[in-house]
């Protein structure tokens, strides 16, 4: 069965750093686009970085550039967003979302109108 499992989340203290991954299985992971998303409590899901299929384009919210990096393993079925210097307001439960792509390219919206799957969600908590 497919899976999106996303991990590498917890508590850091503001200018830290954190690696989150997400793992795909169950689907051909090189045919989707991997769009990273967070959440908090009270507010719509929001789009912070996409990485197109074959990891060469990539996209990212204005609240997170310069910040985040987004990659992909497609041999390991694998994306990543590394976090640096990380704010209290990246507080949030992050989200990685797997969407069936029809060209190398990626984009950040919430509702995808083709398939989509969803990750569980990890926990990242900024604070000292």
């Known amino acids: 069965q497919l899976q999106l499992v996303e991990s590498g989340g917890g508590l850091v203290q503001p200018g830290g750093s954190l690696r989150l991954s997400c793992a795909a299985s169950?689907?051909?992971?090189?045919?989707?686009?991997i769009v990273w998303f967070r959440q908090v409590p009270g507010k719509e899901r929001e789009g912070i970085s996409c990485?197109?299929?074959?990891?060469?384009?990539?996209n990212y919210a204005d609240s997170v550039n310069g910040r985040f990096t987004i990659s992909r393993d497609n041999a390991k079925n694998t994306a990543y967003l590394q976090m640096n210097n990380l704010k209290p307001e990246d507080t949030a439960v992050y989200y990685c979302a797997a969407d069936l792509a029809v060209a190398d390219i990626c984009v950040m919206v919430l509702r995808h109108p083709g398939e989509r799957f969803w990750g569980q969600g990890t926990q990242v908590t900024v604070s000292s």
């Open positions: 169950g689907f051909r992971f090189n045919d989707y686009a």
């Open positions: 990485v197109s299929t074959s990891g060469g384009r990539t």
